[in-house]
């Protein structure tokens, strides 16, 4: 794996020979997002930083004016390539690359032709700027760039809008079709639309790994500046995700994904027996073990071995927003800003809450849980603690995660004060629970079940087995018992039926009374 690094800034830029480099480009002349010379060194320092680039062969595909050659040859790359469709760009990024002499080309051609006639192989680097949503088929795009590619790829790109309004969760594996897909007319102050398709960050590496390349591990995140705003500034596009995303895909030989199309061929791959799925499982439970035990006799719940083969498949039938709610919880926990903030998940169950902190590069993670059962399974990255009770002595914690787990602990006035005691000064806590509700919010909370699966006789059953063991408490009730033990603010960040998150930090006495639209 090759780290990124950043390039430091020695006060002189790479573009102070060369202005026409962003001075001749048409889109200076944008009102969102102008081509400056702080935006292309704000965007090139994190696509091809110095280090990765010295001396190494680069093609870019979807050259425009060549600024990333300029950059790329400054920096010690071996040689540039640039492919350019449209002749405005391709004929003035030849001329302002012409010092460079035998080491800047820059081809007019389609990509997807160009890429079909390059050796396997042939660079070292592949950069794919702002290029990949234009076209239909990425996976066919991603096969070529894989084959061409000696080392790496590099990929700018941007978020499906689905996943930009929150309507599917950011760790979705999906390619999303927009029908007015924007792109730059070269030499016009104007945009041409049409049909695209933009893949999330889950399905590039599902498709990149498929020929394989990995995520490098360093994230990519471009500097948060008035230079950068269709890059980074999440508020000023009223979302959450920022419009756009990088990402490096390192190729290891020793990745072996394959499709379904290809291992069924071969009849290889990995196998599921019928038997072993959690539907037969819960169906043949139901005709061997309850089909002729009253639903009032059922066992009471608990978190043992044979639930904790099947949690994950449980959580996300039974639980509205599971994998939204990790997802937020990520999401709060990097926009806090720690440097290497001390995290603790209570109730960690297999751990898809650790994990997925593990993939954003937290590595100062803890779980608690008082199901070995669940233990035995969970990720093993983390130092795991078996308890009852919360790990005081482990503390203390910048960022308390407690989903879906109070509700199961008769004392949790009690707990929730132990869990101020173990926050350290500007620690977060992020609290989910269900909560008491009408008879109409708990039928929408029942129609949830029923949709993703679940009988009557699964709901009636499930409910009686969590009789005395789950003991949801009113919302007024954890507003007043958050606010005794100490909490200086609490605010309601996901809700959905009988479920409510809470974001809650120990000392932020600050208030935000804006009541703008």
């Given amino acids: 794996m090759n780290n990124f690094t950043k390039h430091k800034n020695t006060g002189k830029s790479v573009f102070d020979a060369c202005p026409e480099f962003y001075l001749n480009d048409n889109r200076k002349n944008r009102h969102f997002n102008p081509v400056t010379r702080e935006m292309l060194e704000g965007k090139l320092n994190v696509l091809l930083p110095p280090e990765f680039i010295k001396d190494k062969s680069i093609l870019d595909l979807g050259s425009c004016l060549g600024a990333a050659g300029q950059w790329a040859l400054h920096h010690g790359a071996s040689s540039y390539t640039g492919v350019e469709l449209q002749e405005v760009y391709a004929t003035q990024s030849q001329k302002l690359l012409k010092p460079w002499a035998g080491r800047a080309h820059v081809v007019q051609q389609d990509i997807r032709h160009f890429l079909e006639k390059s050796n396997k192989e042939s660079y070292d680097i592949i950069l794919m700027a702002g290029v990949l949503y234009l076209f239909i088929d990425p996976k066919t795009m991603i096969e070529k760039m894989c084959y061409v590619a000696k080392e790496a790829v590099v990929i700018e790109t941007n978020y499906p809008p689905s996943i930009r309004t929150g309507k599917l969760p950011p760790h979705a594996a999906i390619t999303e079709y927009i029908y007015e897909q924007e792109v730059n007319l070269a030499g016009e102050n104007e945009s041409l639309l049409g049909i695209s398709a933009t893949s999330s960050l889950r399905a590039l590496d599902l498709m990149f790994g498929l020929h ?168 093993n990255k983390a130092t795991l603690l078996y308890s009852e009770k919360f790990p005081v002595d482990s503390g203390p914690f910048d960022v308390i995660i407690a989903n879906w787990v109070l509700h199961f602990i008769e004392q949790r006035d009690e707990y929730l004060r132990t869990i101020k005691s173990a926050l350290s000064k500007d620690g977060i806590l992020i609290l989910t629970e269900k909560v008491t509700s009408s008879s109409l919010a708990h039928s929408l909370y029942d129609e949830f079940k029923r949709n993703n699966g679940m009988t009557e006789r699964e709901i009636n059953k499930k409910r009686k087995q969590l009789k005395g063991v789950l003991t949801p408490r009113s919302l007024g009730w954890y507003l007043k018992m958050l606010s005794e033990a100490g909490f200086n603010s609490v605010d309601i960040i996901n809700a959905n039926s009988v479920f409510v998150t809470f974001l809650i930090q120990k000392n932020d006495a600050s208030i935000n009374n804006d009541e703008g639209v």
């Fill in 212 to 379: 394989g390349f990995e995520k490098d591990k360093q994230k990519l995140d471009f500097p948060k500046n008035e230079s950068m705003l269709n890059y980074r500034d999440e508020e000023y596009f009223d979302s959450k995700i920022p419009l756009r995303l990088a990402v490096c895909y390192m190729k290891n030989n020793s990745i072996k994904m394959k499709s379904l199309e290809d291992n069924l061929p071969q009849r290889k791959g990995f196998r599921r027996s019928w038997e072993h799925h959690y539907a037969s499982k819960m169906r043949t439970r139901e005709r061997h073990k309850i089909s002729q035990q009253p639903v009032d006799e059922v066992d009471s719940w608990r978190f043992d071995e044979d639930i904790a083969k099947q949690f994950l498949e449980i959580a996300e039938r039974e639980i509205p927003d599971y994998q939204r709610v990790i997802d937020k919880t990520v999401h709060v926990i990097n926009k806090c800003g720690f440097h290497t903030p001390k995290i603790i998940d209570v109730g960690s169950a297999i751990g898809e809450t650790l994990k997925r902190l593990h993939d954003e590069g937290y590595r100062n993670l803890y779980g608690v849980d008082n199901s070995k059962a669940m233990l035995d399974r969970s990720f």
